[in-house]
């Protein structure tokens, strides 16, 4: 089976590119996804230990959570001690089964792949960009995004540029989404001939 890290920093086209892998026939795991699941299950009682007060009707408020984070590297390394462990266990059962369904090609989509060492357990990343100022334009139309905001986001993740350099594919979000989908699939076929790793 052949796994597929996919990564690109916000308002890259990472979600819509994601899209792309599952229409057609990817199974794909989505971090983010699971990370919501977990703060309205088996991360509430830990997050609630660490940061008293986040939980709101039994979940964690998100941006509660993210109020007690802004301007915190030491709370930030807290919560990503709590959460990525879960998140880890959570992707690997998923490996587990897709390859016991016989699954030839997944994708792990995982936003701070490179920065969780994540690339270490896929065979191939693959990092969604666009220039910067189609980013910024993109993200900006968010409810309740500002360029502080952003440019705080930002400074937590890894350079588009090193990210680009530490790919293996590389998909250009900036144009239409017909161009994107036949990059998904150019992918999808350089990697369909590849040797991908034993599981289990």
Known sequence: MFILGLTGSIGMGKSV?????REAGVPVHDSDAV??????????APVEAAFPGVTVAGKIDREKLAAM??????????????????VRAVSQRFVEEQAARGARVIVLDIPLLFE?????????????????DVQ????????????EKLDALLARQMSDAEKRARAHFVVDSSRSFDSARAQVHAILRAVAALPGRRIG
């Not at 590119?17 to 892998?21: C, K, N």
Request: glycine share 10%; hydrophobic share 50%; aromatic share 4%.
């Open 17 to 21: 590119t994601a899209g792309f892998f």
């Open 35 to 44: 990370v919501h699941q977990l703060y309205a299950g088996e991360a509430v």
């Open 69 to 86: 984070l802004v301007g915190d590297p030491a709370a930030i390394k807290r919560l990503e001690a709590i959460v990525h462990p879960l």
């Open 116 to 132: 969780t060492g994540g690339e270490k357990k896929v065979d191939a990343v693959v990092v969604v960009s666009a220039p910067p």
């Open 136 to 147: 910024r334009a993109r993200v900006l139309k968010r409810p309740g995004m500002t360029a």
